[in-house]
């Protein structure tokens, strides 16, 4: 319960600031001064929550995963690749109305414009590749492997995030907004790949 209710609390702290201009935007900015720094790596990691680049990378996993789970005759086997898609598609289904209401403008690194929060790009990568995470670990045997997935997961979506602050393309808040939504998302994926993995070995054993 806490893994829903503190992101969904700490997500609308972070959106009442950024509605009211709050002080934690004072802090905000002054931590992307600190940071900004717009170079090739850090472009190259922003573009790690391109759709293009995050999404294949769920596409494949929710291909494998149907695979795994219809090859053991389990009923619903196609429940949790498309519970994994519907939590891709709820990305631009939420973000697209939340830029539009907090109307956030951009930092000095990039054109004027708003609706910059939450972050898009950070949001992307954080449920493509943790979809893709949760939907795998379940079939895979090895710890090793399960942990060097998770690590990768990790490294990847903040590298995602840390590309798009260096980058300026995003204040700090921008991300971290994402990354408590993105949790609420994935929390509710959690559960259905775990029962679904669960059912999934038993039938392989």
């Known amino acids: 319960m806490l893994l829903l209710v503190v992101p969904l609390l700490l997500f609308l702290l972070i959106t009442w600031q950024v509605l009211a201009d709050g002080p934690l935007l004072d802090l905000d900015e002054r ?14 990691l922003a573009d790690l929550g391109d759709v293009e680049v995050a999404v294949p990378v769920l596409a494949l996993a929710l291909a494998v ?3 795994r789970l ?11 690749p498309a519970a994994g898609a519907a939590a ?15 109307d956030r403008p951009g930092t000095p690194a990039v054109p004027p414009a708003t609706g910059y ?30 942990r060097g997935l998770v690590a990768l997961c990790g490294l990847l979506v903040l590298g995602a995030s840390y590309g798009l602050v260096r980058r300026g393309y995003h204040w700090p808040l921008d991300v971290v907004g994402s990354w ?10 959690s559960v259905v790949a ?3 993995g669960q059912v999934a070995r038993q039938h392989e054993e």
């Open 65 to 67: 995963t149907a695979w």
């Open 117 to 146: 929060y939450p972050s898009g790009h950070t949001a992307t990568a954080m449920v493509a590749y943790g979809a893709a995470t949760l939907l795998l670990l379940p079939l895979l045997g090895s710890p090793a492997v399960r």
């Open 180 to 189: 408590c939504l993105s949790m609420i998302l994935l929390h509710a994926l």
């Open 194 to 196: 775990a029962r679904y």
């Open 88 to 102: 891709m598609i709820l990305v631009p289904v939420l973000v697209a109305p939340l830029k539009a209401w907090t």
């Open 70 to 80: 219809r090859a053991t005759g389990m009923d619903r086997w196609w429940l949790p």
């Open 31 to 44: 931590l992307s001064d600190a940071l900004v720094r717009p170079d090739r790596a850090s472009e190259l």
